[in-house]
């Protein structure tokens, strides 16, 4: 069964550091492509970051934010420096479960079948 599990968020001042992960289990990450997503309170689920191997980024987060990740873990994280007020969302984590298993573009975010449950990031200025 494909599970994906995140962690990590918590309550940080601005300009402070976090890490989130996706832990994943029911297939390998270094297979597949994990994508980042994030949801603001009042606004509309938007695609953050996303990594195959390669690595792409929302404008927004670019020379702030970097995924990598731990294949013996199998789990990808997000590491965010540099964080903002309006950074504040619940992040989840996804995956579309694609046969070429690489990034093809956030939307339509119904495209991704299997998420995490989220986990709150609460950036305070």
């Known amino acids: 069964e494909v599970q994906l599990q995140a962690s990590g968020g918590g309550l940080v001042q601005t300009g402070g550091s976090l890490r989130l992960s996706c832990a994943a289990s029911g297939f390998s990450v270094d297979d597949d492509a994990i994508v980042w997503f994030r949801q603001a309170p009042g606004k509309e689920r938007e695609g953050v970051s996303c990594n195959d191997g390669d690595r792409y980024y929302a404008d927004f987060v670019k020379g702030r934010f970097t995924t990598s990740s731990d294949n013996a873990k199998n789990t990808v994280y997000l590491h965010m420096n540099n964080l903002k007020p309006e950074d504040t969302a619940v992040y989840y984590c996804?995956?579309?479960?694609?046969?070429?298993?690489?990034?093809?573009?956030?939307?339509?975010?119904?495209?991704?079948?299997?998420w995490g449950q989220g986990t709150l990031v609460t950036v305070s200025s």
């Open positions: 996804a995956t579309e479960r694609n046969p070429l298993g690489r990034c093809s573009g956030f939307y339509p975010i119904g495209k991704f079948a299997y």
